[in-house]
């Protein structure tokens, strides 16, 4: 594998389920970004993880819990979502600068379409 | 509050026609301005970073400009493979970290 890859790229799930999202990246990099993609929106930073750490939540609810155990693994586990959460889930990541901030160009996956009954 | 705004919300070109991408931005203390392109159901992909303005960075048929309010992306004799959504990002500094702010971007068919 190589770039970076999500699974499942498909997910239906009721309100009152539990499912997780995985992300896992192959370029080496030490940050890592959720999204969210609705139609006709902009994307929506979700989070942001640098070295493992979080390092941004924008105002996320927290029916959404990301987790990252490695620079290489990102997941983000559902429970209790409502319907307007349907939408395309992207991970991204992205090399460190040279300074240790992060956000470089972003190499993102091909995402995970969620449907929400 | 950052907004980035791109225009038009589509474009039909027909293969040859060239034509001009616009990304309009107010971040406070922009840290970079990036493209990227989307093909359907694909996750972005990068095209270019841009830093400051007067820069320009050119790749096969794009070529991507800043000033200090907005950047284009120019599509000099477009093909049909050029079709696709681009996304224009500008990130600010937060504590340790860039955030970026992307537009809604620009829906691109070219018509053979």
């Known amino acids: 594998e190589t770039g970076v890859t999500q699974t499942p790229r498909h997910l239906v799930m009721g309100m009152t389920n539990k499912k997780s999202l995985k992300c896992e990246q192959h370029l080496g990099h030490n940050a890592m970004y959720w999204y969210k993609q609705s139609a006709k929106k902009p994307l929506e930073l979700m989070f942001v993880?640098?070295?493992?750490?979080?390092?941004e939540n924008n105002s996320v609810p927290s029916r959404f819990s990301p987790e990252c155990p490695n620079s290489s693994h990102l997941f983000l586990h559902l429970h209790t979502l409502q319907p307007e959460d349907s939408a395309l889930y992207l991970c991204?990541?992205?090399?460190?600068?040279?300074?240790?901030?992060?956000?470089?160009?972003?190499?993102f996956g091909p995402g995970t379409r969620l449907t929400v009954l | 509050e950052d907004q980035v705004t791109q225009s038009p919300e589509a474009l039909r070109l027909q293969e040859g026609e060239s034509s001009s991408l616009n990304c309009s931005y107010t971040v406070s203390g922009l840290r970079g301005l990036f493209w990227y392109r989307q093909d359907p159901g694909k996750g972005p992909e990068f095209l270019f970073t841009l830093y400051s303005a007067g820069e320009e960075k050119e790749k096969e048929r794009l070529k991507a400009t800043l000033t200090k309010k907005e950047s284009f992306l120019h599509i000099t004799a477009p093909k049909p493979e050029d079709s696709a959504t681009y996304l224009c990002?500008?990130?600010?500094?937060?504590?340790?970290?860039?955030?970026?702010?992307f537009g809604r971007g620009t829906s691109l068919i070219v018509h053979p």
């Open positions: 993880y640098s070295l493992e750490e979080r390092v």
């Open positions: 990002a500008a990130s600010h500094a937060s504590g340790g970290s860039y955030i970026p702010t």
């Open positions: 991204a990541s992205s090399p460190l600068r040279t300074d240790a901030t992060i956000y470089n160009e972003q190499f």
